[in-house]
Nanobody, 127 residues
Framework: QVQLVESGGGWVQAGGSLRLSCAAS????????MGWFRQAPGKEREFVAA????????LYGDSVLGRFTMSREEDKKSGNLQMNSLSSEDTAVYYC????????????????????WGQGTQVTVSS
């Protein structure tokens, strides 16, 4: 089993930045993919970003490409999501997830593939 704990959420003004972190524990993580998803009230869960732990390759959702950057800290088994140029459209609960048997990059977007989920952290962007 893998335990995931998100941190770093909060309130920020439009145009500002936040960094989210996801700490993983419990199992070897070298072959996993760590992803971020978000869900706003009344909306479907949306893919944000993912990183393949073995080589650090990343994939981003269209709505955040160029503004968000995902990275990893291998020794700590921690993933970071740097969020810049935030707008009210980014307001949501952000969830960290882990896929223990990742397929190709295309499937990183599929929340149904992920085996473990954190409890989420709220990000609120004021206009």
């Amino acid at each position: 089993q893998v335990q995931l704990v998100e941190s770093g959420g909060g309130w920020v003004q439009a145009g500002g930045s936040l960094r989210l972190s996801c700490a993983a524990s419990g199992r070897a993580f070298s072959s996993y993919v760590m992803g971020w998803f978000r869900q706003a009230p009344g909306k479907e869960r949306e893919f944000v970003a993912a990183i393949r732990w073995s080589d650090g390759s990343t994939l981003y959702g269209d709505s955040v490409l160029g503004r968000f950057t995902m990275s990893r800290e291998e020794d700590k088994k921690s993933g970071n999501l740097q969020m810049n140029s935030l707008s009210s459209e980014d307001t949501a609960v952000y969830y960290c997830a882990a896929d223990k048997s990742p397929l190709t990059r295309f499937y990183y977007r599929d929340y149904g593939r992920y085996d473990y989920w954190g409890q989420g952290t709220q990000v609120t962007v004021s206009s």
